[in-house]
């Protein structure tokens, strides 16, 4: 790999197609789609909609989605693809080729960093859907709906969940076990083997579960009514920042794991095309999932707005009392495993691509890296029993830590990416890596990414310090 970065060197930006990288235009959009369809999709979108109050909420965080998250997702990936090497190698390179500082790769050791610190947290709660699996296989739900008081037995069952460090452990290792095994088999053998059945399966799944909430419930209406129909008057000023927020974190972008996908992408693949595929695909997946959840919540006589609990607590109970229901718990929390496998392995992949670059195996950094970020995610995840009495500003270690990625280094991240790709590369560069020409199509995307996007992103970021 070092070699290689020296022959990049020599040649300026690449050119070259590396053997390891995806087979074809369709792996990477199933491997990048896979990345941004996660935790942020099924477990936080459903919930902050809730809270929000739906339909308004849905508008403008289709709107983030649209004007700053997707100009920048082009972005992202344009650079990596163009630097052609790990993160923080191509930001020097190509700065370098275009005559700027070394210091430009900072950004790259922002997201490596930052990729790293939301994967020790998001493998625990991803840990959490294996323990609701292993629940509605080996009839923990069951036994807790055939209780007197259902749904006080289903949030006994979360909180014993957060209370046992043992079962946190055993789900968090399992997490990252699977991650490290996909990883270190490279980006062909291993992460795209695993996206190629696991993204469709997911949106196969996905697909059946509302198909179901729609049949067995008879709320899919309220659903949709709930979703799509707007009532500005709820609508918050905080509602707009955490819908922008939300549309950085559930597109995976400002922590460079889309730089580290577009490093292995192809000349002939259009990067806009793609990038439009891969928000959609997005997007398709949180409004599914609104209408796998939802239908159920309201069945039921719950709240939509019952916070980070929705889907572990609100939705077993509404499960519990639905013909039918185990078996689609059963398929949701298996959807929700592998909807997070597909992103924890993205967030690995830039500090696996980083050692390569600097002459290590791919297996040794994969592992490397892989029980770091373990030995991490074991400080958040006994954060909530042990350490929850140590605490700094009033947070645990795993809400300082979710608070410190989700509010400084996504949106930093995101803005230096539009600055670099709108202000630090030439016109030229990013006009010849696009491959649109002069059209109208790129100078929208360039004025969106030199205006828009950092604007956007500078209002969340000074909002969420302040
Ligand atoms: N997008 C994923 C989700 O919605 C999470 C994720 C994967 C991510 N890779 C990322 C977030 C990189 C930020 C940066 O669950």
Known sequence: MSARVETLHAAGPARRETAAGWSSRTAFILAAAGSAVGLGNVWKFPYIAGEYGGGAFVLVYLACVALIGLPILVAEILVGRRGGASPIHGLRLLARSEGHRDGWQLIGWLGVLGAFLILSFYSVVAGWSLAYLGHAVGGGLAAA?????????????????????????????LMMAATVLVV???????????????????????????????VATGHFGDALAFLFRPSFGALTGEAVLVALGHAFFTLSVGMTAMMAYGAALNRRTSIGAASVAIAGLDTLVALLAGLAIFPVVFANGLEPGSGPGLIF?????????????????????????????????????????????RGWGRRGAALATGAAVWLLGVGSLLSFNLWSGYTVMGRSFFELLDFVTANVLLPLGGLLVAVYAGRVLSRDAVCDELGLGDSPAFRLWRFMLRYVSPVGVAVVFAHNLL
């Open 145 to 173: 709906s055939r209780t007197a008081e259902p749904a006080a037995a289903m949030e006994g069952l979360f909180s014993a969940l957060l209370a046992s460090p043992s079962l946190l452990l055993l789900c968090h290792t």
């Open 184 to 214: 270190s088999h490279g980006v062909r053998q291993g992460l795209e083997r695993a996206v190629r059945w696991m993204v469709p399966g997911l949106f196969a799944l996905l697909i059946g579960l509302v198909a179901w909430a729609g």
């Open 313 to 357: 607590v609100t939705l077993p109970i509404a499960f519990s009392q639905i013909p039918g229901g185990l078996i689609a718990a059963t398929l949701f929390f298996a959807f929700l495993a592998m909807a997070a496998l597909t992103s924890t392995i993205s967030l690995l992949e830039p500090a696996v691509q980083f050692l390569e670059g």
